[in-house]
């Protein structure tokens, strides 16, 4: 996972919000981008976080407004946080790329472009 540059609370609807039970502390939690994921499913930390990370999806958190809540990264973000894992530097593998953005680091794996 790598960070977003998101925090959960400007990305978290009310109804998703009482979901998970926020407390003001975990309105700073950090938020990955969904964009970039990889799971080792042979770890059951990996396999429990993609379990609860479906069932907010199967619960109806996955949809929501763009304007106040961003669905599965929200979701994945809390339950990440809260398990404990810590995310790469944004723009270590993924990084968007083209006219008014820096040079991506030699590390990046994945280029995004704006349409």
């Given amino acids: 996972m790598e960070e977003a540059g998101h925090y959960v609370k400007t ?9 998970f039970k926020l407390t003001p502390e975990e309105d700073n939690f950090t938020m990955f981008s969904a964009g970039l994921l990889g799971l080792n499913f042979n770890n059951p930390v990996a396999v429990e976080w993609f379990r609860l990370w479906k069932k907010s999806a199967k619960d109806g958190h996955f949809k929501g407004d763009w304007s106040n809540h961003r669905h599965d990264m929200t979701c994945g973000s809390i339950i990440a946080q809260r398990m404990g894992f810590k995310y790469s530097l944004g723009g270590t593998y993924m990084a968007y790329i083209g006219p008014g953005y820096s040079k991506p680091k030699d590390s990046v794996v994945i280029h995004c472009v704006g349409l």
Avoid at 11 to 19: H, I, L, N, S, V
Wanted: charged fraction near 45%; glycine fraction near 0%.
């Fill in 11 to 19: 990305w978290c609807k009310p109804e998703t919000r009482e979901y």
